[in-house]
């Protein structure tokens, strides 16, 4: 028997950096599709699963509780027209807010003295926000801080201010940053965007 080796076809190297150009680019598509699929979803966000972000959330106008609607405080225990029957439903006008309102009013008035006076001013206020029920959970947990706030605000007043629009536009103004200041101490954001006045006495 002779000892004839049979001469093997050499192997092909193109079928694997074919394999290689054509697998990587698939590979690391897939991954990144993935990828941006997870974080998109939440699944790579930092807060546990389950659980959204703190903080206050913007309300849609569709979203706004409406007065006398059922489940909203505002009411007066009536239904509106559209419920009970008794006319059509206003029409849809353009423009207006972008964001739902909601209103918030203090319970107790304020009472300052005027800057450099010896006259005094009470005051009812109410607040309104663009957010959620997070802005008005925070100013009530932390009213006595923001009544404090808002009566040093007040002893700034002169009274210049408490007999012209334009200043009690001013006392506005200056009520929405004390009471913002003290919610971003406190909670770490703000989020009142109007003061308005209930009750407004100068003696």
Known sequence: ???DVVPQPPKKK?????ILF????LLLAAGGGGGYYAYSSGMLSAAPHGEEASGPKLVDKAD???AGSKGSEGGHGEESSSESGGGMAPPKGEGGDKYASNYYQFEKEFTSNLMDSVHFMQVGIAISTPYDDTVIEGIKTHEIAIRSAVLMA?????EEDVFTAEGKTRIQKRLVDAINAVLKQKEGFGGVSNVYFTNFIVQ
């Open 22 to 25: 054509v697998g990587l680019p």
């Open 1 to 3: 028997m002779s000892d």
């Open 154 to 158: 007040l002893g700034q007043t002169s």
């Open 64 to 66: 706004e509780k409406r």
């Open 14 to 18: 193109g079928k694997g950096k074919l």
